[in-house]
C-alpha cells in the first residue's frame, strides 16, 4: 500500500514542486536523510535563517523525494532555505523513531542557525510532529525556534472531538478516523502522551508563537482548534485560519484558496523570523 501510494504521491508533489522552484540537497542523519531545499527566491540577506519541514501522510506514507517536493512551497514563498527530514515510519519503525528522527533534524539546524530564526511547518501528521517535536526539545533543554506553522494538524490521536464524527465523509481526502494508523504509529505507546498527542502536552512556558490552519470539512478541524485554544490558554501568542469548505490537506494545492492558505502562512514565518518587520 505504501509502495503505491508513494509512487503517486512523487509525481504529483514533483508537479506541484514545478511551480516553487529549488535546488534539492541531501545530508545525512544518524538514522535518515535530511532533504534541503534551496529556493531560486533565496534571499541572501536572510542566509542566517531556515525552515524545517516535517511532511505528513498519516506517519506511513510521504517518504524520499516526496518529503523534499513537499518543502518546496514554503521555501520558495519565504525565500528561506528549508530542510526536510525524512523521518522513519512504521510498521518498521514506529514511536519514538520518528521524532527522534525530527529531534536529530533540529539539531543539524541548531549548529548552523540561531533558533530565534528557525521556523517549524508541518501539516497533518507533520503538524502532530512539529507540535510534539517543539515539546520534546523544550524536555530535553534545547532553545525552541522562532514559530510553528501547523496545517490541519493532527495533535490528537485519542480520537476526540466532534468533526471525527461530524465531518467524516464529509471531508473528500480523509474520509474517517484511522485508529488502526494511529496505534500502528503509537506502537504500544499510551496514544494520550503529549509527544503523541500535543494537545494534551503543557504548552508553557514557552512553546513558540504558532499559526494553525484548517477547513470546514476538514476531518482535523477539531484538533486542530482545540490546539489553538490550549495555546491561547498557555499564553502562547497563536493564530487560527479556518477556510470554507476546504477539506484536510487544501483543495489540492493550486487553488486559490490554497494559494491564500500557503501566503498566510509564509507572512506569519516571515514576521516571527524577522525576514520582514512586525
Known amino acids: 500500500y505504501v509502495a503505491q501510494v508513494e509512487a503517486v504521491m512523487t509525481q504529483v508533489g514533483a ?14 542523519l544518524p538514522h535518515c536523510p535530511l532533504y534541503e531545499g534551496i ?32 518543502a518546496q512551497t514554503y521555501a520558495s514563498l ?15 519503525h514506529p514511536y519514538p523513531a520518528g521524532l527522534d528522527d525530527c529531534l536529530d533534524a533540529y539539531r543539524f539546524l541548531l549548529e ?5 530564526g528557525i521556523g517549524f511547518e508541518g501539516s497533518s501528521a507533520g503538524a502532530n510532529l512539529v507540535a510534539a517535536l517543539a ?13 510553528c506553522a501547523m496545517h490541519t494538524a ?47 502536552g503543557d504548552l508553557a512556558p514557552g512553546f513558540p508563537p504558532s499559526i494553525l490552519v484548517s ?23 497563536a493564530e487560527l485560519h479556518v477556510f470554507e469548505a476546504m477539506p484536510h490537506g487544501g483543495l489540492g494545492g493550486t487553488s486559490p484558496e490554497d494559494r491564500e492558505l500557503q501566503a498566510q502562512i509564509a507572512a506569519f514565518l ?4 524577522g525576514v520582514v518587520r512586525r
Open 154 to 200: 493532527g495533535v490528537d490521536l485519542t480520537g476526540a472531538g466532534d468533526p471525527f464524527h461530524a465531518n467524516a465523509h464529509v471531508d473528500t481526502v480523509l474520509t474517517e478516523h484511522q485508529p488502526e494508523t494511529m496505534l500502528l504509529y503509537a506502537g504500544g505507546h499510551d496514544p494520550a502522551h503529549p509527544y503523541l498527542s500535543p494537545l494534551f
Open 270 to 273: 516571515k514576521r516571527k523570523l
Open 15 to 28: 508537479a506541484r514542486a514545478a511551480a516553487f522552484p529549488a535546488e534539492i540537497a541531501e545530508h545525512r
Open 112 to 116: 548552523r542557525y540561531d533558533p530565534a
Open 215 to 237: 477547513g470546514t470539512r476538514d476531518l482535523l478541524l477539531s484538533p486542530t482548534v482545540l490546539m489553538h485554544r490550549a495555546l491561547l490558554r498557555a499564553g502562547v501568542e
Open 78 to 92: 519565504t525565500g528561506l532555505r528549508s530542510f526536510s527530514v525524512d523521518y522513519r515510519m512504521p510498521p518498521d
Open 39 to 70: 529556493p531560486a527566491s533565496l534571499d541572501p540577506a536572510h542566509e542566517d535563517k531556515a525552515l524545517l519541514h516535517v511532511h505528513g501522510g498519516a506517519f506511513i506514507i510521504g517518504s524520499g523525494m516526496s518529503a523534499a517536493y513537499t
Open 135 to 147: 515539546l520534546r526539545a523544550r524536555d530535553e533543554g534545547l532553545p525552541l525556534p522562532g514559530a
